[in-house]
């Protein structure tokens, strides 16, 4: 068993070395940046624990980080546009390693050694598996912004901690004939947790990408319904709640007009950022995509008002898209920046 205990612990430093510790830099760098942007516009965000879920959804960057992201987003209350893309993206690279094992998170570190032995396996076994699943959907992802190293490597610590549990526990059931026990063994050693990322992330290309994904979920977040009477009852419009549908939607609410309805109507309406954060956006935008997000939208002084809103919605989901497209990997153990 120490030959297998030392390969597993190996493959967990090498997750931990090659992908969560350049990715949770690359995070705390967009992070602060994000932070100070809203500082210097005094408009402050609200700093969750769930923007890091959100985020690390939509900027996968690897199969490890598809599993720790997938089961806290799922249970995600507020940022509704996020988890809806997000939950999309990592059930695509989920699918990736999970081939028709009955649950991705024991495929991900058992492979199909699990599937193999519950029909046999005495209890030892199955606690063991139970214990990894658990312990993987109810990881919780700290308060404190950038504590994210300490949950990321403890959550794949205990992926590998758990892997060699699984193994001795298998080794010393003597309901399992010796056949199965080599089975499951050679299924552990090639399970997708034990096929180490081919490259270092590089925290320098990402932190970018991550930022603008911040605004992203800032513009998309910032949607609302305006209510108004028509213009002879002099009644002030009133606010509706937010928009709980992405733009690209069907069922995304269109705005309305006094010509077209000759009684109430109501618009779209969104919470626009101001010059300086715009210009933060524009920056970023152009550095990853080469071009202003804003271009040709901002009045002299960088402003941006009125205009088509929905239209400017759509452009943010559109951006949060390629943005998972860019770093959602194409095999488990393929690293995207």
């Not at 139970?130 to 190293?149: H, I, W, Y």
């Not at 949607?223 to 606010?239: E, G, Q, V």
């Not at 941006?304 to 759509?314: F, I, P, S, T, W």
Request: glycine share 6%; proline share 6%.
């Amino acid at each position: 068993m120490s030959d297998i205990d030392d390969k597993i612990t190996r493959a967990t430093n090498w997750w931990i070395s090659l992908v969560v510790s350049p990715y949770v830099e690359a995070y705390n760098t967009a992070y602060v940046n994000f932070e100070n942007v809203l500082q210097e516009q005094k408009d402050r965000n609200k700093a969750q624990a769930e923007m890091f879920v959100a985020i690390a959804s939509i900027m996968l960057t690897s199969a490890v980080m598809a599993m720790f992201a997938n089961y806290p987003l799922s249970r995600l209350s507020t940022r509704f546009a996020l988890r809806t893309l997000g939950l999309a993206n990592t059930r695509a690279v989920i699918s990736l390693y999970r081939q028709g094992a009955a649950d991705p998170i024991t495929a991900f570190s058992f492979g199909k050694a699990y599937d193999l032995v519950k029909g046999y396996a005495g209890d030892k076994v199955k606690s063991t598996a139970r214990k990894l699943v658990e312990m993987t959907v109810n990881g919780t992802s700290p308060a404190l912004p950038l504590n994210r190293d300490k949950y990321l490597t403890r959550q794949v610590t205990i992926q590998g901690l758990v892997m060699q549990e699984f193994c001795e526990a298998v080794g010393s059931d003597h309901s399992i004939n010796s056949k199965l026990k080599e089975q499951c063994i050679i299924s552990v050693l090639d399970s997708p947790f034990m096929q180490t990322p081919d490259r270092q992330l590089d925290p320098n290309k990402l932190a970018p990408k991550i930022e603008l994904s911040f605004y992203m979920d800032m513009i998309l977040s910032s949607d609302y319904i305006m209510y108004h009477s028509p213009p002879d009852m002099r009644t002030p419009p009133s606010r509706a709640g937010g928009i709980d549908v992405l733009p690209s939607d069907m069922k995304y609410p269109k705005s309305e007009s006094f010509a077209r309805t000759r009684g109430y109507y109501r618009t779209v309406e969104i919470d626009r950022p101001g010059s300086y954060i715009q210009s933060r956006i524009d920056l970023l935008h152009s550095q990853i995509f080469h071009k202003p997000f804003y271009a040709g939208l901002s009045l002299p002084g960088g402003i941006r008002v009125g205009g088509d809103k929905a239209g400017e919605l759509r452009k943010a989901e559109s951006v949060a898209r390629i943005l998972s497209k860019l770093t959602r990997p194409a095999t488990v153990r393929s690293v995207m920046v």
